[in-house]
């Protein structure tokens, strides 16, 4: 998909060029990388273009959402009973540390650290304000946004 000669500003207005085109209005990601293609564009400078770089972060990538798709049975915190809970959880200073590989955590050893789960406390928060932000046009969740409301408050 060409650009036919026409200049955008930002990747901003190419994207929203790209979904321009679509009868039912969606943006497509082969048609951004289509787009990006043309080494003229702003969103070609977003994009790794050596197939064997490219391969590998894919497949690392991948790895990631293996290990994140892992679960784990664990004894409820408040000795209830067990739960299934996701594995592996990425801590914010794994996630700093990107250029040794960062990393994952089995949840269990993160919840026994008092230290580690305050910091992942604060990345959930993080994530729930986010999520927040993202649906806050939905009304029907408004009862919901208002425990999220008063759960970060506290």
Known sequence: MAKKGKKFKNRWDELDFIRSRNKDDKLIAKEVVAFAEDLETHLHRDFLWDNDKAGHRYRLQQAR??????????????????????????????????????????????????????????????YIKTFRHKYSELVELNELFEAIDSFLDE
């Open 65 to 126: 959402q293996i290990i994140v798709r892992a679960n784990i049975r664990i004894e409820k915190q408040d000795g209830s009973g067990t739960t299934i809970v996701q594995s592996y959880v990425s801590e914010p200073d794994n996630r700093r540390d990107r250029k040794n590989g960062g990393g994952y955590t089995l949840i269990t050893t993160v919840i026994k650290d008092k230290s580690r789960y305050e910091k992942l406390l604060e990345d959930a928060k993080q």
